[in-house]
């Protein structure tokens, strides 16, 4: 409906105020009545002459004379202005004739300092002249109808409105709107007849362009005929703005559906690029519409960094299920985004031979992409020669023993030495055992086997002649070990087995890959608590390649990315379950999908500079055990040792898979705390393991068997047994003192204070102890010398 407003003229200076213009002229009449207020309180008091009182009394006269005039009126509008106008100066005028008749009256001298103190306390907050610039252009724009009675033929029904708009339209001439028919009460559009004069004809000129202009609808919303039955005296007309945008909506949908193209613009337009949208100011560069997926290419301004919330972006695309919508950085400013009808990693092929080899670069392929390519990790880098580590993180029922297993294979298949380690008591991988070199079950034939590895790489590095990387092709094969579940180790109740661990991995992890030794570790947490408080663990692990399954929190998806993820990497997450079809509709109509698909093998992988959701390879499980394989890896050549390495390994290696290598408890209690003759002991134990060493290596260059083979000793028992102790570093300190040391000099010459050094107790009590047993001599003020 329409409301006729009465358009009253303002005359000039009766413009209406912008807030910045009213603000300041309210501004400066606020200070004028500061100004005024306190010469009215002072003015009075001050000896001026006779015309300069009279003038202010002049003032107020002139004004209210003034304001009678003004107000014989009926424009009650101009009589409120002029009130407001001549209200500060009538009320400054009569404050300040109080003021001078307070001496002839003798009221108290107060009365008029407080008349001038409210005066300007009313004055300042109304600001009355600068509300009067705005009260007539207010009061000229008022609806006709507001408080002033229904006058005959006012418009009061939506025909009598249409007509007031059709008879004060020029274009309509003399013609009149009759029949009037609205479709809907609710709604504007309706039908209507135009009626000429008689004898005349409706005028040319009324076209839909003329009528569209006496309604204000689009053009396109009004429609004419003939009246059948009659001349062109009349004319049909229907005026439909909703239909015509229910048409226009029609139309679009008609045109999106032989063009996706145009639609996804639109929605890109109307709900991505736009303030409050999914990513503003992200512009799409362009798009390939496929039958299972879309490909969009998008890109921040110059000068900018691409920033999209992956939920934000699914909903602005009507995307409910979020792992349908795969993001992939390409630079700081530039991504790639695929959209796809359904999730395409839920179904994955087993892998092939073919997939499972080593290619020139030390490639092998463990899973398939969610573009469908493969997912490939390097073994061996032959650009460098150095194997490489890895670090699989993920937690229960993530599918970290099902990459193992794809791991295990490949290695057997390209002809490398896979030793894994299942600290869990080899539940994780049972079919793995026999089919690898060692398959290590519980965390004490763990410790072996970290033991064995750590000799091996000692042997190597012994005997590679200073060589600064490894070759592929030579005398020893590529030696990879995997450790699964290895948190439960790293973070061991046992303090000795808990550092000899971390040390044995982190030691393998830094020297390792010149000699052809790389580490995969696969663990739950990426926490240090978790890696025995050893970030090297975790920072080495990740040089190589990352997999980040699914995970229990988003810090050890952050840890895990730290420092490795590629510029402008979008990492989503992975949900447990993948439900089809369980979307909003489908759960408000009771028929969503229960069964969800299980996730294992999903993730992301992070390698050579790039980030990939992937998921593994899948293996079937039949009565227990896996066909497939068994046929992979079953009759291909287990690489192993050499005889002079599994010599190094120790009986370990050489009773792997018996069980008295499992029950070998002495091993993975870790190295105890000898003293005494037990250090020299141990000492001696190497020594002769050393000479073993050598004396294999000759009978294997000769064609001899190697003898009865030692145990691999705990490189940390062995290191603490090679260090002196206290005592035999303060009396090494003194042989070369002949005069005698200070105890503050003994301290610092065993080297207290420093990484790795002993205590200030425990030096001390070392001092007090060698001076009672007659071992050192005391001097007196803390001086000893030997004897």
Known sequence: MTTDVVQADATAGERGLTRKTAGRLATAERLLYGAAGTWVAVGPQMDLPWWAHGAAMVTGAATGVGLWKRSDTDDWTRRLTSSMRALPVLGWSTTYTAGLLAPVIHYPA?????GAAVWTAVMVPMAPWTRSKGLRRAAATLPALMEQPVAEGEPVTFEDHMRALWNQSRDTGDTTLEAIHQYDPQEPDFAAVVLAPAGQTVPRGLDERAIAGVFDVPVDAVATRDVPGYGPGRLAIQVAPRLAEARRTAQELETEAEDPGAS?????????????????????????????????????????TLRVNHEALCSALGIDDISRLVMEGAGPREAVVYIYRANPLLEVRAPTVEDLTMDDRGRISIGVAHDGSVARIQLFNFDTGRAQHGITAGTTGAGKSGLM???????????????????????????????????????QETMLQLRALHAVKEYREAHSRGRGDFDFHGRWCLIQWTGDEINRLLSSLDQEVRKEAAWMIGDLQKTGQKVGIGVDLAVQSLHLKELGDNHEIREKGKEGHVFLLRTASSSTQGMGLDGIAPIGAHISPIPERIYEGAGAKELFEGTAATEGVPTPGMGWLITEGKAVLFRTFVLEKVDGLYPQLEVLMDGRPMPTLTPEEAYAAGAAYANRGAPAA????????????????????????????????????????????????????????????????????????????????????IRTAVGCGTEGGPGTSSVNNAVSALALEGAIVSLGKAVYRLP
């Open 110 to 114: 107060g009365w008029p300092m407080l």
């Open 405 to 443: 297993r794809i791991l295990g294979a490949a290695q057997r298949i390209s002809g490398v030495i896979s030793w894994m380690a299942d600290v869990q008591g080899g539940m994780s991988m049972p079919e793995m055992e026999g089919r690898i070199d060692w398959m290590a079950k519980g965390p």
């Open 662 to 745: 499992k029950g070998t408890g002495k091993g993975a209690d870790g190295p105890s705390a000898p003293s005494g003759a037990a250090w020299q002991s141990q000492l001696n134990q190497e020594l002769e393991r050393i000479v073993g060493l050598l004396d294999a290596d000759d009978k294997a260059k000769k064609g001899e068997e190697p003898g009865d083979i030692p145990e691999a000793p705990s490189p940390m028992a062995a290191a603490k047994a090679k260090a002196p102790t206290i005592r035999e570093r303060i009396l090494a300190a003194l042989e070369g003192h002949p005069d005698g040391m200070a105890l503050k000099e």
């Open 264 to 304: 996804l613009e639109r929605i890109w337009a109307e709900h991505v690029n736009v303030v409050n949208g999914a990513a503003p100011g992200v512009d799409l560069v362009a798009y390939v519409i496929g039958e299972e997926q879309i490909r969009l290419r998008i890109a921040a301004p110059r000068g900018k």
